[in-house]
């Protein structure tokens, strides 16, 4: 599909998803890449603008990431964002150096906005700082755009050569101006005419399969989540009845969510679809024997997945593509070149190293979260499939700290509907985008019925996020938290303790595993 592209480079900055989403809300299409990209493949690319992210390393380090300078050469626009900024600093002759004063948090900056960059903002503005590190002088032909009160290169720029550098990072909430900031960048500087719209993308993705299964039959990874809900639909627009969706009932689903997966897309659903369920709780139980560690789980269970798929391929007959609701923040989390690996999706990183597949389609590979909902709502998708709870593909396995067992699994099931309907019955103003119960691996001592227990401890999860990238924990009212508590521990057996988890993304994820 051929598209406008902002090309963000990765020097393995912990916000580096959420400028390309940012880039996107601007109606500009973005990609992530690592910083190795090589120069010549940037040029195939021809994107209309390049940004630069942020990193933990200091730019004068050895051992740091450093690109070509031919990069700055190409005419192509490029922003620098924090270390970014500083190594396009570093490439040109600048100055890069511990700061006196260290920033982080909000922070007040006074801007020039006759910059292309910062038009249009108020000339003293709050921005999100994270530096140890400053640029102490600027290269030559470069001019100081904004600055704090301790930070006295806040934003620099060449605009002669297109060169644009913020030590702030504009693709935060908290920097106040922020996405004018990349607005700016995307619309005025690099000449976007903002031609990323999801129901472009639905259109061109339909077209996009048909060309590559032809009369080819596929095999559709269905879990009954948002992102392989609209998947499924996406591929039987593309591809009819030669897409067959299979549940795989892994033991490891919400209270009663297999009936509920099998309701809307099996016989006597509203889509029309080829749909097979396959319970195999014991088998899933029988893999995890033993395992403890959250990335060995993942690799278990998405193995598992793969072989379960392979055997109903052979039932089927000849099925020559696999299809999943792989989403972007999977791809970049299972590890992204050089990036750290955060968690290996058990559709990415997961997977097992031989796939008995000709091809494994992911039709929504490079779509975030939010992408995905608008591309449910644009298929038809009903509000409550499309608005529903995110899930984990290795489900409740990941939500289990330690050994997974089916009696763990029935206490997390019963915690997590308590958790659920409260939360539901309670109408907060505002809603958390996720919740849910874990179970910790911590067993203590109590009292109940005048009797010692010594059983485990429950922890109730919720934070609001739009993109789920980043995510801050929600405000429960007490009395609801305490309802809960109530509940949870006089109903499920096995449970004599309730905590909740206070924890934003970064630093924790948002499942506890």
């Known amino acids: 599909m051929k598209r406008e592209l902002i090309l963000v480079l990765d020097f393995g900055g912990q916000y580096n998803q959420l ?6 809300e601007c109606n500009v299409y973005a990609e992530v890449h690592p910083y190795t990209l090589a120069i010549e493949e940037i040029k195939k690319m021809n994107p209309m603008g390049i940004i630069f992210t942020g990193g933990p390393n200091s730019v004068y380090e050895e051992s740091s990431p450093h690109y070509d300078p031919e990069i700055l050469n190409l ?10 900024s500083q190594l396009m600093a570093y490439m040109l002759g600048g100055k890069v150096t511990t700061a006196p004063v ?46 704090s009160s301790v930070c006295p290169v806040a934003a620099m720029e060449n605009a002669a050569k297109k060169l644009y550098a913020t030590q702030f990072h504009p693709e935060v909430t908290h920097t106040r101006e922020g996405r004018k900031i990349l607005s700016n960048f995307v619309y005025t500087i690099c000449g976007c005419a903002g031609d990323w719209k999801i129901d472009s993308f639905v259109e061109s993705k339909i077209r996009q399969i048909r060309d590559a ?15 392989s809900s609209v998947a499924a639909v996406l591929m039987s627009k593309a591809i009819g009845k030669n897409l067959t969706c299979v549940f795989v009932d892994h033991g490891l689903l919400r209270k009663d969510e297999g ?36 990335e060995e789980k993942r690799k278990i269970i998405g193995e598992e997945f793969i072989r379960v798929f392979e055997e109903e391929a052979k039932k089927i007959g000849a099925v020559d593509f696999l299809v999943q609701g792989t989403i972007y923040p999977d791809v970049i989390e299972s590890g992204l070149g050089k990036s750290a690996v955060i968690k290996s999706h058990h559709n990415v990183g997961g997977l097992p190293d031989c796939v008995d597949f000709k091809e494994i389609i992911e039709p929504l590979r490079m779509l975030f979260k939010d992408e995905v909902r608008r591309a449910g709502r644009e298929l038809g998708l009903p509000a409550e499939l499309v608005s529903r709870q995110p899930f984990p593909g290795p489900g409740l396995g990941v939500r289990i700290v ?34 849910f119960a874990a ?15 010594y059983d485990y ?57």
């Open 213 to 227: 299964v032809g009369d080819g039959r596929a095999l559709c990874a269905l879990s009954g989540g948002v992102d």
């Open 75 to 84: 005419g192509i626009p490029v922003l620098g964002i924090c270390y970014g």
């Open 259 to 294: 009936d509920q997966v099998e309701a809307v897309f099996g016989p006597s659903g509203k889509y029309d679809l080829n749909f097979i369920r396959v319970n195999a709780a014991q088998r899933f139980y029988e893999k995890l024997k033993g395992a403890e560690e959250p």
């Open 457 to 513: 401890a429950v922890v109730l999860r919720a934070v609001n996020t739009t993109d789920f990238m980043t995510a801050e924990c929600s405000e429960i009212p007490f009395e609801v938290q305490q309802t809960c508590m109530r509940r949870i521990i006089n109903e499920v057996k096995g449970v004599n303790r309730v905590m909740f988890d206070l924890t934003s993304k970064p630093p924790g994820t948002i499942e506890l595993e």
């Open 19 to 24: 400028i390309a989403r940012c880039v996107r």
């Open 102 to 147: 260290s920033e982080y948090g909000r922070t007040k900056v006074l801007a020039d906005t006759s910059s292309k960059l910062l038009h249009g903002i108020d000339e003293e503005t709050d921005v999100w700082m994270s530096h140890t590190d400053y640029i102490e002088k600027v290269p030559e032909g470069f001019r100081i755009t904004a600055h």
């Open 402 to 435: 330690g050994e997974v067992t089916s009696e763990k699994v029935r206490i997390v099931q019963e915690a997590d509907a308590i958790f659920r309907e409260e939360i539901d019955k309670a109408d907060l103003p505002k809603c958390p985008g996720q919740y």
């Open 439 to 453: 179970l910790s691996n911590m067993r203590s001592v109590g009292v109940m019925g005048d009797f010692r227990t």
